[in-house]
T-cell receptor
Framework: DADVTQTPRNRITKTGKRIMLECSQT?????MYWYRQDPGLGLRLIYY???????NKGEISDGYSVSRQAQAKFSLSLESAIPNQTALYFC????????????FGEGSRLTVL | QQQVKQSPQSLIVQKGGISIINCAYE??????FPWYQQFPGKGPALLIA?????SEKKEGRFTISFNKSAKQFSLHIMDSQPGDSATYFC????????????FGQGTRLTINP
């Protein structure tokens, strides 16, 4: 089983709908991140969390919210989806290692019509 | 504002050739520069990383060259193989604090057999 699991892997929805992307991890890491990937723009940070009580905005948090339900679970919500939120979304975790390596899930592809 | 600029956006190299991807950064506080490799349908995975106290790091066929004064670093793939075909992202961050990785735009590398 994957260490970082994202659900759903693919989702098509309509403008105005509420969408939740879920992430769970078995690596025991405290730090969790949500990134968005768009062609030509790379990966951009949406939100990050250092523990259940610590949630922080990234560079593109507008239109998104998150919930850290437990150390192992970090969900990303789009309260009212719009077409320019069509993208590939990645959850990642990081341990306390000096290298700061991020461990990514396999991604959730979201299409907003 | 893109703090890490990556080029080229796409690159085609013949098998056995050298693949070179370049990145430039702006924030002089960055002190950790990883490269991530992403295969289709997968999340990015750490390939190799460098700290600014060295000018070069080599791991097998992969080498990072780092020029602190120019604020540039590059990935060299020697003897490129079809299995190296993937998207590559450079990134930068500070080891201390929030450790938010800032990614470049990505380079889609194709190695022709």
């Amino acid at each position: 089983d994957a260490d970082v699991t994202q659900t759903p892997r693919n989702r098509i929805t309509k403008t105005g709908k509420r969408i939740m992307l879920e992430c769970s991890q078995t690596k025991g890491h405290d730090r969790m991140y949500w990134y968005r990937q768009d062609p030509g723009l790379g990966l951009r940070l949406i939100y990050y969390s250092f523990d259940v009580k610590d949630i922080n905005k990234g560079e593109i948090s507008d239109g998104y919210s998150v919930s850290r339900q437990a150390q192992a679970k970090f969900s990303l919500s789009l309260e009212s989806a719009i077409p320019n939120q069509t993208a590939l979304y990645f959850c990642a975790t990081r341990g306390d290692s000096y290298t700061g390596e991020l461990f990514f899930g396999e991604g959730s592809r979201l299409t907003v019509l | 504002q893109q703090q890490v600029k990556q080029s080229p956006q796409s690159l085609i190299v013949q098998k056995g050739g050298i693949s070179i991807i370049n990145c430039a950064y702006e924030n002089t506080a960055f002190d950790y520069f990883p490269w991530y490799q992403q295969f289709p349908g997968k999340g990015p995975a750490l390939l190799i990383a460098i700290r600014p106290d060295v000018s070069e790091k080599k791991e097998g066929r992969f080498t990072i060259s780092f020029n602190k004064s120019a604020k540039q670093f590059s990935l060299h793939i020697m003897d490129s193989q079809p299995g190296d075909s993937a998207t590559y992202f450079c990134a930068a961050t500070t080891i201390q604090g929030a450790q938010k990785l800032v990614f470049g735009q990505g380079t889609r590398l194709t190695i022709n057999p």
